[in-house]
Nanobody, 128 residues
């Protein structure tokens, strides 16, 4: 069982930066693929970024590539999402998710079904 707690959301102006964090419980953090998803008001939850257990492989949604950076600190069981050049369309609740790496076949999945544990979410609002 893994518990995930996000933090770091808030209000930022267009063009600004924000870093959200996700702290995980458990002793096998490095065995999990970690990902960020987001859900904007009235829309479905969508994939944002994923990182392999070792941190050596990354994957991004086209909408955030070049602006967002996912990283992890396995010693602290924490995953981060650095968001730069934020736009109003980035406004959403951001969710951290963990998936057992062995179940994904070594591929960084974008589908929610591959992630077993979810945080409660943190609100990010970008004002225009």
């Amino acid at each position: 069982q893994v518990q995930l707690v996000e933090s770091g959301g808030g209000l930022v102006q267009t063009g600004g930066s924000l870093r959200v964090s996700c702290a995980a419980s458990g002793r096998t953090f490095s065995s999990y693929t970690m990902a960020w998803f987001r859900q904007a008001p009235g829309k479905e939850r969508r994939f944002v970024a994923a990182i392999s257990g070792s941190g050596s492989r990354l994957r991004y949604a086209d909408s955030v590539a070049g602006r967002f950076t996912i990283s992890r600190d396995n010693a602290k069981s924490t995953v981060f999402l650095q968001m730069n050049n934020l736009k109003p369309e980035d406004t959403a609740v951001y969710y951290c998710a963990a998936g057992v790496s062995a179940r994904t076949g070594g591929i960084l999945r974008t589908e929610e079904e591959y992630y077993d544990y979810w945080g409660q979410g943190t609100q990010v609002t970008v004002s225009s």
